[in-house]
């Protein structure tokens, strides 16, 4: 089983100023780590994804997650916040394996920007 | 365009009605889910298909009963609901063996 931790559930930054959206996840089994955002009145989008490989990805839109296994986290990070980052975003992981995805998600973090 | 559709998108319903919630996409996933979200909650997942067979379903009390005609499409019927059962409800695909899913913009539910 595997769970999945968002200890802020609102962080409210000032444009043009960094942020960091905390996720810490536990799990048995190895797991696939994915970042997806949340805007006002839509569904899902997948943010990033880390599968394998380098433990830094980046989304085009500026965000970049770290994965760190010692420390089961994937915090995702921007170095300069815009208003249309506004959104909620959650951090969600998903067991190794191929077929359907059982993917257990996060409560979420809400980002608000302040021009 | 996510390349998932839900109608309605919005739902109001008294707790004696029955309607039915779509889901269709256009991806040639061979997946699809039905997620609940409420206020404050993670995203509940209720049910998945896979090649069109139920393979999930996550102590879902009966008044919701899934339905996958075909690939394409997935439909969730609502019956004798409880006001608890208000919230967002989302549908998402994916190819299979893919690492990531296609959320729907979903549909928001009121039981009155």
């Known amino acids: 089983a595997q769970s999945v931790t968002q200890l802020d559930s609102q962080v409210p930054v000032f444009e043009e100023a960094p942020v960091e959206l905390r996720c810490n996840y536990s799990?048995?089994?190895?797991?696939?780590l994915f970042w997806y955002v949340q805007y006002p009145n839509q569904g899902l989008q997948l943010l990033l994804k880390y599968l394998s490989g380098s433990t830094l990805v980046e989304s085009i839109n500026g965000f970049e997650a770290e994965f760190n296994k010692s420390q089961t986290s994937f915090h995702l990070r921007k170095p300069s916040v815009h208003i249309s980052d506004t959104a909620e975003y959650f951090c969600?992981?998903?067991?190794?394996?191929?077929?359907?995805?059982?993917?257990?998600f996060g409560t979420g973090t809400k980002l608000q920007v302040i021009p | 365009e996510t390349g998932v559709t839900q109608t309605p998108r919005h739902l109001v319903m008294g707790m004696t009605n029955k309607k039915s919630l779509k889901c269709e996409q256009h991806?040639?996933?061979?997946?699809m889910y039905w997620y609940k979200q409420s206020a404050k909650k993670p995203l509940e997942l209720m049910f998945v298909?896979?090649?069109?067979?139920?393979?999930e379903n996550n102590s879902v009390p009966s008044r919701f009963s899934p339905e996958c005609p075909n690939s394409s499409h997935l439909f969730l019927h609502l019956h004798t609901l409880q006001p608890e059962d208000s919230a967002l409800y989302l549908c998402?695909?994916?190819?299979?063996?893919?690492?990531?899913?296609?959320f729907g913009p979903g549909t928001r539910l009121t039981v009155t």
């Open positions: 998402a695909s994916s190819p299979n063996g893919a690492y990531e899913q296609y």
């Open positions: 298909y896979s090649l069109e067979e139920r393979v």
């Open positions: 969600a992981v998903s067991p190794l394996r191929g077929g359907y995805q059982k993917v257990t």
């Open positions: 799990s048995s089994v190895s797991v696939y």
């Open positions: 991806l040639g996933h061979n997946a």
